[in-house]
């Protein structure tokens, strides 16, 4: 029985046995914790040993390999365009691919990569969630891969990250949220942050965010045409919202009578017949 398709479903399916089968070739990977996906390339945790297997185009260098054939205890894996991050289970961070996507870690900040629960990545850059509430980031600056002076004081008591793709979202115990990367992405929240509080929830599209806060409001943010802005459909009839799902382009919310009302790129669901 199918447990899990991934984004191209048109190059691997897993199963609920564990077996993977890949449409290209026709591989079979037995014992499947997980797969992934960066670009044309896939990435399964496979076995008791939680190796890494991969397969697909790669733009993988000789080092990359090298590094995928010393990895164990792997947990979970997170990935930008062109490089993938490996969580372990002693909660220290591997990583491989393009430098410029996050396949490097700077000396500073693989110091404080311990204690590691959460990954987070966009198009060219990573974000990793400590156990202690701190958030570590690297990859293109551009991208969120750097945090601004100004934002660091706030990324303490971190209990979430959600990133679009070119920005992150941090959602804090407090149930506030702390945005930075690409303004016309999401990152500038400036003009909702009064509105953003009791935050329970974050999801996010390619290029906005929405929040859901904990009586049932729902606060977007980020590019009006893929969700930054409610329609003013959407606008009128969203209360008492119970859970929030994203696309690529739209968000949907489902509320409390049963009824999922959508909003922004109509190509992408932000419109339901």
């Known amino acids: 029985m199918l447990r899990y398709l991934p984004r191209d479903a048109d190059t691997a399916a897993v199963f609920y046995d564990g077996a993977v089968v890949t449409r290209g070739d026709m591989e079979d990977l037995q014992d499947v914790r997980a797969v992934r996906s960066c670009g044309s390339l896939f990435a399964a945790i496979v076995g008791d040993e939680r190796r890494v297997m991969t397969w697909g185009q790669s733009n993988m260098t000789d080092k990359d390999y090298t590094v995928l054939q010393s990895l164990r205890?792997?947990?979970?894996?997170?990935?930008?365009?062109?490089?993938?991050?490996?969580?372990?289970?002693?909660?220290?961070?591997?990583?491989?691919?393009?430098?410029?996507?996050?396949?490097?870690?700077?000396?500073?900040?693989?110091?404080?990569?311990?204690?590691?629960?959460?990954?987070?990545?966009?198009?060219?850059?990573?974000?990793?969630?400590?156990?202690?509430?701190?958030?570590?980031?690297?990859?293109?600056?551009?991208?969120?891969?750097?945090?601004?002076?100004?934002?660091?004081?706030?990324?303490?008591?971190?209990?979430?990250?959600?990133?679009?793709?070119?920005?992150?979202?941090?959602v804090k115990a407090d149930g506030t949220v702390v945005t930075w990367g690409q303004d016309s992405f999401g990152a500038?929240?400036?003009?909702?942050?009064?509105?953003?509080?009791?935050?329970?929830?974050?999801?996010?599209?390619?290029?906005?965010?929405?929040?859901?806060?904990?009586?049932?409001?729902?606060i977007c943010w980020g590019d009006a045409r893929y969700g930054g802005k409610k329609s003013r459909d959407a606008e009128s009839q969203l209360k008492d919202v119970q859970q929030l799902c994203a696309s690529s382009g739209s968000f949907a919310a489902l509320q409390k009578d049963g009824a999922v009302i959508a909003w922004g790129s109509p190509q992408s669901g932000g419109y339901i017949p």
């Open 188 to 218: 500038d929240s400036s003009h909702v942050q009064l509105e953003l509080f009791a935050v329970q929830h974050v999801v996010a599209t390619s290029r906005a965010f929405a929040a859901l806060r904990s009586d049932g409001e729902v």
């Open 73 to 170: 205890d792997v947990r979970d894996l997170a990935f930008s365009d062109y490089a993938f991050a490996a969580l372990l289970e002693d909660g220290h961070v591997t990583t491989w691919g393009l430098a410029v996507c996050g396949g490097e870690v700077p000396a500073e900040v693989q110091s404080e990569l311990y204690d590691i629960r959460f990954l987070c990545a966009n198009h060219a850059a990573f974000a990793a969630l400590r156990q202690d509430g701190q958030v570590l980031v690297w990859g293109s600056a551009e991208y969120g891969g750097n945090v601004p002076d100004v934002v660091k004081p706030s990324l303490t008591e971190v209990q979430h990250l959600v990133a679009s793709s070119r920005a992150f979202c941090a």
